[in-house]
């Protein structure tokens, strides 16, 4: 969950009336952003919130009460209205730098397994403040996830709740495996069988291209373009692909010396060095799909997160072969109440949440 | 050459009266380091002096002088006494942000065709300034070094000098392959063939290693330690090695996960983090020698650099079979003398550099 939200803000404007039948608040509160959503009882979203409160951009310290302040900056208007609202929060807030530790559910996870390690906070205000746990693969590199699980288990409801769908991976969600992936700063991979999130890889691949152009020499000669270069874009994922061998480490320097040669502009410079990481993490994901027979090749998958980032990841998947990846929209949403559902927060009889 | 100099300062006391048998001025004029030699006629270094006035880091702007200020400061007093001196330098001060670009020399490269790429700055002292050009390999995927090219000459002056070593390297070095790695910011693996500089590889391991560290979620739990913990240090190269399919953008993501499930302390995560990104860039060499059916196993290399970076790549190297890399002490001096030789600017009779 890397969105980064504006300045507080309210995506609609407030009614003058009490929302007579808001049933849910809920909360993806992660490390630099807070999205609050205002669902009613069919769980669609009435009205949503956005701030950059995340758990480390408090409005003031933890030990002053900065969460307490984050969450009625962020909520107080529709609890002031309907002060009985069950309230869920997923993400880095369920962290041991969070509100609460909401301690780790080990693979294979399954979303009744998130419901049983809901841990409670108890808020300034009274409410109890339902937060969802994360996910843990151990083993002798373990692996993972704070807020991510919520969103994999909304796009399974959305899969679960549309039926198969055009591409058939929705009728595989629920006992054959699904490949989900989650770019963003710290890109997930995860594959999802039998309703469980069985395993994953992270990629740090958003946080080590911001690292890489503000603070190496790849930086210095690169300029931010009007819009994206798709072509650059593409001539890194298809350098990282036919010629990464020598691996990230080395190709990156590329961007440097294809400048210096004049074989690309300061303007592709940062377009190139994105292709090149993304087209890297493919790559990587490849090799270890490979260990277990698997490939990307002619495979469906599902991805989750900003759009114009997913549409990158599609077209760098079509260079290795996969040409059904599908965006699913409203994870984030639908996963929190789907899990506050489950959890008997609200009504189960609602069913699946509802895009706005 | 990424020595990073201490403020400027003089290695050996000046002696009251003027250094009669000073024969050459020789400067290593890198991104952040100014490296000063004064050699007698036979190749030997009589004073060094080393200051932070690098090319990025002068004492004044280029345009009002910087580059005369830091070199008067540098080697001034030298001058004073012998004025007419010959001076050489190699390193980015032959870059187009430079004191004046020395062209790249195309590989195949040899010591010839870097003496006769010199390029002359005249300094407002009136002494010319000498400087050695670069190396380019061209092509898809093109690379170039600064500096390195006169440290490879200099490795291999020592060798030729020497006559056969222990591990049989040296009579290689005019007609074989040798394989020569300098560890640092911008690490580089040069392939030397027929005393010409072949074809090499940039890693950029030591400044994507400070930019994790420094700018990125993995630094924030990382505690240096008293001393290298050279446990953890091959912990992380071990893993690169045996686990390090999905690649480094995955691999590291497990600094911060073992320090969460407390299989890594704070103090461990620094070294395990370089061996981490250290096995990666030696994994990436293996597979590059792979394609001209080649390999680290077994090998005999040289490396060139600070002794205790380079002997950590030594026991990297150990866990690729590679158990022949041997330390090649002041690569710097000499290449610089024997290149100045070979250009004519002090007797080509003296034969090679003697390290002090």
């Known amino acids: 969950m890397t969105q980064t939200g504006s300045p507080l803000s309210t995506q609609r404007a407030e009614p003058a009336q009490p929302v007579s039948d808001a049933a849910l608040i809920a909360l993806d509160w992660g490390t630099t952003s807070l999205r609050a959503y205002l669902f009613d009882a069919n769980g669609a979203v009435l009205e949503t919130r956005a701030s950059t409160a995340g758990i480390m951009n408090l409005p003031r310290p933890a030990a002053e009460g900065g969460f307490d302040a984050a969450f009625d900056a962020a ?44 841990v409670r906070v108890q808020t300034a205000r009274g409410v109890p403040l339902n937060i969802v746990p994360g996910v843990l693969q151990n083993g002798e590199l373990p692996n993972v996830m704070r807020g991510e699980e919520t969103q994999i288990f909304g796009a399974l409801a959305c899969a679960d709740a549309s039926g198969a769908d055009a591409s058939g991976t929705a009728a595989s969600a629920a006992n054959k495996g699904v490949l989900i992936g989650l770019p963003g700063t710290h890109a997930k991979w995860v594959m999802v069988r039998d309703a469980k999130i069985e395993r994953f890889h992270t990629f740090m691949t958003g946080e080590v291209f911001a690292a890489l152009t503000e603070h190496t020499i790849l930086g210095r000669t690169m300029v931010t373009p009007d819009r994206p270069d798709t072509d650059a874009f ?27 040669t004049a074989q690309l502009t300061r303007e592709q410079q940062p377009d190139y060095l994105s292709g090149l990481l993304i087209g890297h993490e493919l790559g990587g994901l490849e090799a270890a799909l490979a260990q277990r027979q698997s490939t990307l090749a002619g495979r469906s998958l599902q991805l989750i997160g900003n759009e114009a980032l997913c549409e990158r990841y599609r077209l760098a998947l079509e260079r290795f072969g996969c040409h059904r990846a599908e965006l699913v929209r409203h994870a984030t949403e639908r996963g929190l109440w789907r899990i506050a559902a489950q959890a008997g927060l609200v009504s189960a009889a609602s069913g699946a949440a509802r895009a706005t």
Do not use: C, H
Not at 235 to 256: C, E, M, N, Y
């Open 75 to 118: 909520v107080g208007a529709w609890l002031d209205r309907s002060p009985e609202l069950p309230v869920i929060a997923a993400g880095m807030v369920g962290s041991a730098q969070g509100w609460k530790e909401a301690p780790y559910v080990n693979t294979p996870a399954s979303a009744d397994a998130l419901v049983d390690g809901i």
């Open 234 to 260: 593409l001539r890194g994922v298809r350098v990282a692909r036919d010629r990464g061998q020598a691996g990230v480490l080395a190709t990156i320097f590329s961007t440097r010396t294809l400048g210096l």
